[in-house]
């Protein structure tokens, strides 16, 4: 069965410093692979999506950055963070055609 | 842009039926979906619909498309005290399965 993970699950940080949150998916290949944020009290906003190996889509302008070193291997980065960079970042993958989209236990960003 | 938008809030007394509304935009969503997100947790994938049905139904879960209002809605029967969490409607729009959420909908669920 495929799972995924997230690390870490809380993090704080102070403001300026830098970000490096990971996401790995097991049991499958080939997936499409997401970044969400969900900002306190609101719904989830996707920032990535990436459909292979260095394959990385913007979906909203941002002080954030994506990577896809590996198949199964999403990383989300800042070189800088701002105090709106707060949140839930959850990683989700899909299957290639498929309708289902499966997320993380999701990482807790406070920036201050 | 394309959005989706929830009611915020729906309280229920235990046994009895919850029924969650969601209203969407985009008339060219393909799938639409009901995540479950408990407290700190991640989201739970609980159904979907192909917008070409009006309804789909699984377990104690009924799913209702109103295609032509691009409404959506959840029925949860018997709903228990382990139902309380936060749903959110999501529809699926453009290529590669990405999704727009709404801002959810807190179900409190009291004996």
């Known amino acids: 069965s495929q799972t995924i993970h997230q690390w870490p699950a809380t993090l704080v940080q102070p403001v300026g410093s830098p970000l490096s949150l990971e996401c790995t998916v097991e049991g499958t290949s080939n997936p499409n692979l997401y970044w969400y944020r969900q900002a306190a009290g609101r719904g989830l906003q996707l920032l990535f999506y990436s459909v292979g190996i260095g394959q990385i889509s913007s979906e909203v302008p941002q002080n954030l950055s994506a990577s896809r070193p590996q198949d199964r291997q999403f990383i989300l980065s800042s070189k800088k963070l701002l105090l709106s960079d707060s949140g839930f970042y959850l990683c989700?993958?899909?299957?290639?055609?498929?309708?289902?989209?499966?997320f993380g236990p999701g990482t807790r960003l406070t920036v201050l | 842009g394309e959005d989706v938008e929830q009611s915020l809030f729906l309280s229920v007394r235990e046994g009895d039926s919850s029924v969650i509304n969601c209203t969407y935009t985009?008339?060219?969503?393909?799938?639409l979906y009901w995540y479950k997100q408990e407290p700190g947790a991640g989201l739970q994938l609980l159904t979907y619909i192909f917008s070409n049905m009006d309804m789909k139904q699984d377990q104690r879960l009924t799913v209702l498309l109103n295609k032509k209002d691009k409404h959506l809605s959840l029925r949860i029967a018997d709903t228990q005290t382990g139902d309380s969490a936060i749903y959110f409607c999501?529809?699926?729009?453009?290529?590669?399965?990405?999704?727009?959420f709404g801002a959810g909908t807190r179900l409190a669920v009291h004996p």
């Open positions: 999501a529809s699926a729009t453009g290529g590669y399965n990405k999704l727009i």
């Open positions: 985009d008339s060219s969503s393909t799938y």
């Open positions: 989700a993958w899909s299957g290639r055609g498929a309708v289902e989209q499966f």
